[in-house]
């Protein structure tokens, strides 16, 4: 059981981090210690996760287990994503036109804009009165 090769990548996505790890199988897939679809219910979340198993056209291939935490689902979707590319590309380097070329690679840098004083939310004014 210990000569088994598994990969170990981070993945992250707004506040969430995903825990990634990769190894030969069948496919299945477990996300803090539940089958997938379990955890994320809705079929786009999922269609998320698998964006790099379809791209590269290693679908079924590999077993997956995650543990991700912070964030909400999209979030942790992403998370789960950007972790299983960078496996992916440890796992074979040759992916890595294909993943770059669709974005996989790259942690999306976009997350939640601060409250700034004096305003109601980071970029809504309290609603002016003129009487």
């Known amino acids: 059981m210990a000569d088994t090769v598994r990969y170990y990548q981070t993945g992250k996505r707004k506040s969430a981090i995903a825990r990634v790890w990769l190894k030969p199988g069948g496919g299945e897939m477990t996300v803090n210690r539940q089958p997938v679809a379990a955890y994320f219910r809705l079929e786009t979340y999922r269609a998320v996760i698998q964006e790099p198993f379809t791209v590269t056209n290693t679908l079924g291939q ?70």
């Open 62 to 131: 590999f077993d997956v287990l995650v543990t991700v935490r912070g964030g909400g689902p999209a979030g942790q979707a992403g998370a789960v994503r950007h972790g299983i590319a960078k496996a992916l590309l440890q796992a074979d380097q040759t992916l890595r036109p294909i993943l770059k070329q669709h974005g996989l690679l790259t942690r999306d840098p976009r997350v939640k804009e601060r409250k700034k004083y004096g305003q109601k939310k980071a970029r809504k004014r309290f609603q002016y009165s003129k009487r």
